[in-house]
Every structure is written in structure tokens, then in C-alpha cells.
């Protein structure tokens, strides 16, 4: 064999691939869900790279809406969008007749990908291959050389172009939220959300104005990641800025809302409700985050408007499996979960305001990116959180979470903001997709 320093990356990628033989008994053992059900999560859930494939089946391209943007991001007929459904390259249009259209952007010739670029408007999708090219459906609308050349070449006589389209998507929107869903079978979308699509409503009641992107790269598994915004009750624990500078405190007053079957969550808190109590002086004792003396140089980022009339500072809202819309203050911003790999994923963020915001309004908006956006003073945490997690995890040997804050049921802790109920209804609905 070769010294694999000296092969090419190709033949050298070749060489070295893994190959798993079957599974051994003591492997399957290992595997098995603990004692316990939705209250653990066994580790080696989140790097077992056979359950990472297998997510892809039966979640990602499964019986879920999957969101992949907003309606403001594919304007005008010719628009379109390339992003992700699990590891599954998609493409979302808008046609001439002005509906919304997605579909696998995966050619239907010889699979290269259709669309390269992130955003752009065309009259026609055309690949570069061999110039098959479809219409903002994804028909099949021209094969390059079909007929062949002089009497030569050409495809079969009986080639019929309405069985080679691009594969199509379900898709359905929400006060502008696009979603897409590869299953017919999966049930129409405000149903699928339930009581969670008044959180949605509350937010985004009036036309959007896209403001900014970023994408983050997070060395952790995705469920890491889905099972942090749920997690209501880390939010003035972990993140010392909220506390400490009143934006968000347990002694505030919040809530927590599910839909009927578990799978989407938000949770809330109005600042500047503080209700004190023995028992929250001697556990806030504890919190990093409990320190009054600490001031700001320039307290410009604390300055916030409450624009939906209800003092709710802090919203956060979390689909299953793969969205999250936040209101932090006047930030607002989606967030969509892209798993690559069963030890990373992408968090792509889109902030946004809506058209009719004046210039101060969008201002301010920009500037509470520097606190809720991917770097900001409080959402940098949960990424690093996610991170040392994995890398504590990593074995995927042993072990598994304990998920009991607020009681062992699905629906113990009601809607107190002081519980995991939100996490042990997320393995819930896991563990019966997955088949675990
Ligand atoms: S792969 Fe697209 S035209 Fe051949
Ligand atoms: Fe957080």
C-alpha cells in the first residue's frame, strides 16, 4: 500500500474510508434507550453517525415542515432561494403566477446541482451539465441534443419530459414563514403548529423587511443546538447579560406555551415584573448572573420599545426540528438549523424588521444584533454551551441527560418557564419518529 501522504486526496480519501462491519451485540446493548424515557437522552445519540443517517429519513425528509425562508426573500415572479432540509439541497421559487414552489435541487439528469448561487432571479432553471432546464415549477422543459445530431445520439423515442422533473416539496407560509414538507401524508401546517402559531402571529403581524444575515457553524451536534431554545429555564442562568441588566430574570413574570402534540414550544417574559421571594434570594445567590453593581459605559443596547403593546421583552419560539424566531427586545430574527454531520450544523440567522419601521426604529433593531445575533453578548453563549457539550460527550460511550426540571411528565411543570417540559416533549416526539 501506499504511504497516504504521497496519494492524491482522492485516492487517498478511497483508502482510508471506514467501513462498518455489522453491529455486535454489545454495540446494540449500548444503544439501547435508558430507564427513564423522555426524561434522558442518551449521548450517543447525538454522535452515532447511524442515527445521524437516519434522522435524515424519517425527520428531516419525514412528516415535518421544514422552514426554508421568507416569503420577502423571493419577492417577484423569477425569484428564487437555495438552502437546506437536513443535508438536502432545496430550491425555492417563485413562478410567473406568482405562487411558491420547492423542490430538490438535484437535476434530474445526472444529479449535479441545478442552483449554485444563495439568491438571484432567472426566467428558467438551467443546468450546467447538459443544459437540462425546467420551469419555475421544476417541469422538465428542454433536454439538450433529445433528438440527437444528423441521425445519432439523442435519448429514447419513448422519453417522456413529464416524468423527469425536479422532485417536488409540499410548501405552506405563515405571516410570511415559508415552510416546505417532502411527505404528503404530513398534516397542513397551523394544524401542525397549533397553539405555537399565535406566538408566530403576535410577531410577525405586518409586512417584512429583511435587514442582514449570518451563518454560524457550531461544532455540535443539532439536537444540541434544537434542544436549547426550548430550554427555557437556562436563560438566566447561563446568559449573566440578561440578569444582570434586568432584560430577563426568573423572578420576571413568564409563561410557556406547546401545540397539543409537544413537537413546538415559545416561551416568554414581560422585564421590569420582578417579584421578589425568600427562595429567590437565596438561589439567586448562586447565579452568576446576579450582580447589581455591574454597569454598562454606554447603556444605548438596553434601550428597547415594547412595539407589541403586551411588555413581553423576550420571546422565543422553536419548531420542530429545525426553526426558531426570536424577539429579544427589538431584535427579531429567524434562525434555521442545518444539520452537517452528526458532530456540527449551521445556524443560518435572517434579522429582519418590517417595511414600515423609520430609521431609528431600524437602528436600533441593528444594534441589538451585537446582543442577540450570533456573536451578540447573550446568544454566543448557547453556542459555546452546545460546543462543550459535544466535546464532553463526545465518547458517545455512556451516560445520557436528566431531564426532570419542573417534574417527570409530559405535561408537568405547566406553564411555568421553570421547567425542561418543553425538552422531555421534544425526545418524545424523537424517540417516535426515530423509532428509538
Ligand atoms: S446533470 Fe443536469 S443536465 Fe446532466
Ligand atoms: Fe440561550
Known amino acids: 500500500m501506499k504511504d497516504p501522504l504521497l496519494m492524491c486526496p482522492e485516492e487517498s480519501n478511497h483508502q482510508t474510508a471506514v467501513v462498518r462491519g455489522p453491529e455486535t451485540s454489545a454495540q446494540r446493548a449500548?444503544?439501547?434507550?435508558?430507564?427513564?424515557?423522555?426524561?434522558?437522552?442518551?449521548?450517543?445519540?447525538?454522535?452515532?453517525?447511524?442515527v445521524y443517517a437516519k434522522e435524515q429519513l424519517t425527520i428531516f425528509r419525514g412528516k415535518t415542515w421544514n422552514y426554508l425562508g421568507l416569503e420577502a426573500e423571493v419577492p417577484e415572479p423569477g425569484s428564487f432561494k437555495t438552502t437546506y432540509i437536513g443535508e438536502t439541497s432545496v430550491l425555492l421559487t417563485r413562478a410567473e403566477d406568482g405562487s411558491l414552489n420547492a423542490m430538490v435541487n438535484r437535476c434530474a439528469h445526472r444529479g449535479n446541482m441545478v442552483c449554485r448561487e444563495a439568491f438571484g432571479t432567472v426566467k428558467k432553471l438551467n443546468c450546467v451539465y447538459h443544459a437540462w432546464n425546467y420551469n419555475l415549477k421544476g417541469?422538465?422543459?428542454?433536454?439538450?441534443?433529445?433528438?440527437?445530431?444528423?441521425?445519432?445520439?439523442?435519448?429514447?423515442?419513448?422519453?417522456?419530459?413529464?416524468?423527469?422533473?425536479?422532485?417536488?416539496?409540499?410548501?405552506?407560509?405563515?405571516?410570511?414563514?415559508?415552510?416546505?414538507?417532502?411527505?404528503?401524508?404530513?398534516?397542513?401546517?397551523?394544524?401542525?403548529?397549533?397553539?405555537?402559531?399565535?406566538?408566530?402571529?403576535r410577531v410577525l403581524h405586518k409586512?417584512?423587511?429583511?435587514?442582514?444575515?449570518?451563518?454560524?457553524?457550531?461544532?455540535?451536534?443539532?439536537?444540541?443546538?434544537?434542544e436549547n431554545p426550548r430550554d427555557s429555564y437556562h436563560a438566566n442562568i447561563l446568559h449573566t447579560f440578561y440578569g444582570t441588566f434586568g432584560l430577563s430574570r426568573q423572578s420576571q413574570e413568564s409563561g410557556m406555551v406547546l401545540d397539543g402534540?409537544?413537537?413546538?414550544?415559545?416561551?416568554?417574559?414581560?422585564?421590569?415584573?420582578?417579584?421578589?421571594?425568600?427562595?429567590?434570594?437565596?438561589?439567586?445567590?448562586?447565579?452568576?448572573?446576579?450582580?447589581?453593581?455591574?454597569?454598562?459605559?454606554?447603556?444605548?443596547?438596553?434601550?428597547?420599545?415594547?412595539e407589541f403593546g403586551d411588555g413581553v421583552s423576550i420571546q422565543i419560539l422553536t419548531t420542530y426540528p429545525?426553526?426558531?424566531?426570536?424577539?429579544?427586545?427589538?431584535?427579531?430574527?429567524?434562525?434555521?438549523?442545518?444539520?452537517?454531520?452528526?458532530?456540527?450544523?449551521?445556524?443560518?440567522?435572517?434579522?429582519?424588521?418590517?417595511?414600515?419601521?423609520?430609521?431609528?426604529?431600524?437602528?436600533?433593531?441593528?444594534?441589538?444584533a451585537n446582543l442577540a445575533g450570533s456573536a451578540?453578548?447573550?446568544?454566543?453563549?448557547?453556542?459555546?454551551?452546545?460546543?462543550?457539550?459535544q466535546r464532553a460527550m463526545a465518547d458517545g460511550q455512556s451516560g445520557a441527560s436528566f431531564i426532570e426540571m419542573g417534574g417527570r411528565e409530559l405535561d408537568s411543570g405547566g406553564a411555568s418557564k421553570l421547567s425542561e417540559r418543553a425538552i422531555r416533549n421534544f425526545w418524545h416526539n424523537y424517540r417516535q419518529d426515530m423509532d428509538l
Open 207 to 226: 409586512p417584512l423587511k429583511v435587514l442582514g444575515y449570518d451563518t454560524q457553524r457550531i461544532h455540535a451536534n443539532w439536537k444540541a443546538y434544537h
Open 261 to 306: 402534540a409537544g413537537r413546538h414550544v415559545y416561551f416568554y417574559t414581560k422585564a421590569g415584573t420582578e417579584k421578589k421571594s425568600e427562595d429567590f434570594n437565596t438561589t439567586a445567590a448562586d447565579l452568576r448572573s446576579h450582580n447589581d453593581d455591574l454597569k454598562l459605559e454606554d447603556p444605548s443596547i438596553l434601550k428597547w420599545r415594547d
Open 322 to 368: 429545525s426553526f426558531v424566531l426570536h424577539q429579544i427586545a427589538n431584535s427579531l430574527a429567524t434562525r434555521q438549523l442545518l444539520p452537517k454531520g452528526p458532530g456540527q450544523c449551521d445556524l443560518v440567522w435572517t434579522y429582519f424588521g418590517f417595511e414600515d419601521d423609520d430609521a431609528e426604529t431600524t437602528r436600533m433593531r441593528l444594534l441589538q
Open 30 to 50: 449500548l444503544k439501547k434507550w435508558p430507564t427513564g424515557g423522555f426524561t434522558r437522552a442518551p449521548y450517543w445519540v447525538y454522535v452515532d453517525p447511524d
Open 376 to 389: 451578540g453578548m447573550v446568544s454566543v453563549e448557547d453556542a459555546a454551551v452546545c460546543e462543550m457539550m
Open 139 to 201: 417541469d422538465l422543459t428542454h433536454a439538450a441534443f433529445r433528438h440527437g445530431l444528423r441521425g445519432e445520439g439523442g435519448l429514447p423515442k419513448d422519453f417522456d419530459m413529464a416524468e423527469h422533473g425536479l422532485q417536488k416539496l409540499r410548501v405552506a407560509t405563515l405571516c410570511g414563514l415559508v415552510f416546505a414538507t417532502f411527505s404528503d401524508e404530513t398534516e397542513p401546517l397551523e394544524d401542525w403548529l397549533g397553539d405555537v402559531a399565535t406566538g408566530i402571529r
